[in-house]
């Protein structure tokens, strides 16, 4: 093929079944895998749906990681300048800018450094199933697991004191609402970023020993620079991995025979990690990179300037790659590598802290809770349909 094949409407987006991806995603892998659409905001693109082609194309270094955000209905031209990154916001920084900041955080996220933290990582998960154990009714899963664990995780990996962590929780909480007034969102951000600037300081008047001093020691990072790492850590921290926490565990709930399988099995459980990332990819509208030149894709021509969006849940169902039910959920399979944290040099930083957070809590949860169940029929829990960030509002549960 030598060009993209247009087709109607927009980027897929509805969901026939609440853990499935669009299905419009099959019939595009196997007939358009490289197609020209009109993405959720407005913006004309190019969506890739093969995983074959995701894994090319974010390994390619002529799509650019940054991407331009257009109102749906905005004036803005299309070819009007990108304005440069937030400092200290490496994910939307191509190299060399992206390169010193991954350099040094690389050497802060150590596998060693995620072992380490496993103990502490499980004493937060058993000290929030402790407090779900006092409720006398239903529990919503989010707000009383899924939420806390990343962000006491991330006080763990920033270093924030023991005093400071409820208001820590409390301004991450806000900062991180979707449905809160904007005006309110917009200044839990600011406080937030005053919250990490008098830790950047405190941190270079004493360092300890986590990720925020050593970035302070390494003497590379401003101040401004060090915030914007802060906040990022935070943000994609936190949300994907609260999200596959509850998601995750509502799927498996309604699929009680792969529970089963876990409890006869529990060194199945890193492998079901893999799969329900794999599975559920919650990155739900893809990863958006932009052409820096004409150039093709899998013999597509792709025009400089384009905005090209690597469908991560599609690909991450393409049979190719995951033959034997791609479409199913199985704990037992063997594992194929997914691209549920991306690939290439932004593939995400965080995806080992966020293996040790998945089996810690899942595997807790499950062990002090073995009738756990929905409080609600499945179609009662309101799904993050429209968020970036795929998973559940709420999932009230009872045991």
Not at 76 to 100: C, K, N, Q, S
Request: proline letters at 9%; one cysteine or more.
């Amino acid at each position: 093929m030598t060009g993209t094949e247009p087709i109607s409407g927009t980027q897929p987006l509805a969901r026939s079944c609440p853990f499935d991806p669009p299905p419009e995603y099959r019939t595009l892998r196997e007939r358009n895998p490289i197609a020209e659409v009109t993405l959720p905001d407005g913006l004309p693109g190019v969506l890739v749906t093969r995983y074959a082609d995701i894994r090319t194309m974010l390994a390619d270094p002529r799509f650019s990681s940054q991407r331009r955000t257009v109102r749906i209905g905005a004036a803005e031209p299309l070819d009007a300048p990108v304005p440069p990154p937030a400092p200290g916001m490496f994910i939307m920084m191509d190299a060399p800018e992206h390169t010193r900041f991954r350099r040094l955080l690389t050497g802060q996220f150590t596998v060693r450094r995620m072992q380490q933290l496993a103990p502490a990582v499980e004493r937060i998960v058993a000290a929030q199933l402790d407090a779900m154990a006092d409720a006398t009714g239903p529990v919503d899963l989010v707000e009383a697991f899924a939420l806390p664990i990343p962000s006491l995780v991330i006080c763990e990996l920033l270093g924030v004191p023991y005093t400071d962590r409820e208001e820590f929780q409390r301004g991450s909480a806000m900062m991180l609402k979707v449905d809160g007034d904007p005006e309110e969102s917009q200044r839990a951000q600011l406080e937030m970023r005053e919250f990490m600037h008098r830790l950047v300081l405190a941190k270079r008047a004493e360092p300890g020993d986590d990720i925020l001093s050593g970035l302070v020691r390494s003497g590379e990072l401003s101040d401004e620079e060090l915030v914007g790492v802060g906040v990022l850590l935070l943000v994609a921290g936190h949300e994907t991995t609260a999200n596959m926490i509850a998601l995750g565990t509502m799927c498996l709930l309604r699929n009680p025979e792969q529970v089963a399988a876990l409890r006869a099995d529990p060194s199945l459980l890193d492998g079901a990690v893999e799969e329900l990332l794999r599975y559920l990819s919650v990155i739900q509208f893809g990863i958006r990179r932009t052409a820096r030149e004409d150039l093709e894709l899998n013999g597509h021509r792709i025009k400089a300037g384009t905005t090209v969006v690597a469908a991560v849940p599609s690909g991450n169902r393409d049979a190719e790659q995951f033959p034997d039910g791609a479409d199913e959920l199985n704990v037992e399979r063997p594992y194929s590598p997914h691209v549920a944290f991306g690939h290439g040099i932004h593939q995400c930083l965080g995806q080992q802290l966020a293996r040790v957070e998945m089996k810690a809590a899942l595997s807790a949860l499950f062990d002090r809770f073995p009738t756990l169940q929905l409080a609600v029929p499945v179609e009662e829990v309101p799904m993050r349909d429209g968020m970036v960030v795929y998973g559940v509002h709420e999932l009230p549960v009872t045991w």
